[in-house]
């Protein structure tokens, strides 16, 4: 089955700097790849996703791209804010069952 | 519009109680999830519906059922619940369309057993 690897499990970084997050997937069949978002004891929330038949896709200060050859996806946040503090999922899907299986999770600090 | 809700939004229970956990939807989604968060760790599957009429079973299913009677409705029941089933449940909807599989989540239910 799909099997979902994220990297890294913390990342740090300083206030204004770019962060990357990085996840690979196993299965060539996945063709929908999002990206949520928690903050500290709420919900996750979907910030941005992207479908096989696109390299790249923006919106503001986060972008995603990916490498279908490869297999493997990553999450761009430019700018970085106190608010962009969080932890970040990737989840990856082949609509087949509709179910999304999840990387373990990115936990975001930004440093002031 | 509500979009997605889940009750209690915390419950302490003792060890071998049954336990219902809500969760409704006002989107007309036809799929539904539940998933556990324990501190630290991702997000697990437990069961999903993709209609009404239909569930299944997750990653972690074991001392969980669930039905789905109609579309807004997907109650997680714990039968005899145990310390180990502590945790924050979320549920989850999408729209269950093969042209997106976005899932929503409810503000999850902080579950505590002793």
């Known amino acids: 089955g799909e099997n979902v690897e994220q990297h890294p499990s913390t990342l740090s970084v300083q206030e204004g700097d770019s962060a990357v997050i990085k996840c690979t997937y196993s299965?060539?069949?996945?063709?929908?790849f999002p990206w949520y978002k928690q903050e500290l004891g709420k919900r996750p929330q979907l910030i941005i996703d992207?479908?096989?038949n696109v390299g790249e896709k923006k919106d503001q200060r986060i972008a995603v791209t990916l490498n279908k050859t490869a297999k493997h996806f990553s999450l761009h946040i430019t700018e970085t804010q106190p608010e962009d503090s969080a932890v970040y999922f990737c989840?990856?899907?082949?609509?087949?069952?509709?179910?999304?299986?999840w990387g373990a999770g990115t936990k975001l600090i930004i440093k002031p | 519009i509500a979009g997605i809700t889940q009750a209690p939004t915390s419950q302490i229970l003792a060890a071998g109680r049954r336990m219902t956990l809500r969760c409704t939807q006002d989107?007309?989604?036809?799929?539904m999830y539940w998933y556990r968060q324990d501190l630290g760790l991702g997000l697990r599957l437990i069961h999903y519906?993709?209609?009404?009429?239909?569930?299944g079973k997750g990653e972690v299913p074991d001392g969980y059922s669930v039905s789905r009677a109609n579309t807004d409705d997907f109650p997680l029941t714990l039968a005899s619940a145990v310390p180990s089933q502590t945790s924050v449940y979320f549920c989850?909807?999408?729209?269950?369309?093969?042209?997106?599989?976005?899932?929503?989540f409810g503000p999850g239910t902080r579950l505590t057993v002793l």
């Open positions: 989850a909807s999408s729209t269950g369309s093969a042209s997106t599989d976005t899932q929503y």
């Open positions: 992207i479908r096989s």
């Open positions: 299965d060539s069949a996945s063709n929908y």
């Open positions: 519906s993709n209609t009404a009429g239909t569930t």
């Open positions: 989840a990856a899907s082949k609509g087949s069952n509709y179910q999304l299986i």
């Open positions: 989107m007309r989604h036809n799929a």
